[in-house]
């Protein structure tokens, strides 16, 4: 049976990942640090701690459901006692992008990361709908990087991500640098920002004295039948007023150099500042 030190086990993510092991095929050690999330672990689970040498002894793998900004700090605090050919699992990019992880050679370094489930999706049930982050009862997608070691250690890593972020659908293999790409990059310096001045477009209308709920409703309907045209849910096309509006809108919304975000050295500082 393949050991896994859980480190963080009592966190937000942590008890998500800890809940989704629960029964699998992996010996799970639960590590956890803070009075809190060890009752959590045990309230909302029913799951113990332990000491973090104890899981470490013989772990196959350490998963380190830990945020961003400890995650240096954690690696380096267990490195010594890791044995050559463990599997170091992280859940984002950006520490191993930014270089957090120890120089070791003779590990494996393997990162994961949900997609959460789609917008357009075949969900019918209530609880699954309401799954916005997904985890629980909600299909998803994921992806995946082995950073280092040898190639047949992805099916193993693959076999984590899909039991931690079950159910999942598509499982994508990318590499770090891509992952990076995606996140922080596409999903958060670009969709959050944008959807951010969606909502503060939508607050300028209700200022102006559209009904909150009015715009809301109007605002969240028309993302559903534009997103299905622009993403190729549907087939369609524009009218020729929404094309004029666009023609005209993008430049006074966006720079004609936006897609900088995505060049080496600004994904680099986006990640330096978020580790």
Known sequence: MTSIALFGAGGKMGCRLARNLRGSRFDVRHVEVSEAGKARLQSELGLSTIDADKALDGADVVILAVPDTAIGKVAASINDRLKAGTMVVALDAAAPFAGHFPERPDLVYFVTHPCHPPIFNDETDVAAKKDHFGGVHAKQHIVSALMQGPDEAYAIGEEIARVIWAPVMRSHRVTVEQMALLEPGLSETVCASLLVVMREAMDECVRRGVPKEAARDFLLGH???????????????FSDACNKAIEFGKPVLMRDDWKRVFEPAEIAASIQRIT
């Open 223 to 237: 993302m559903n039948v534009l997103g299905a045209v622009i993403f190729e849910e549907v087939e369609g096309v």
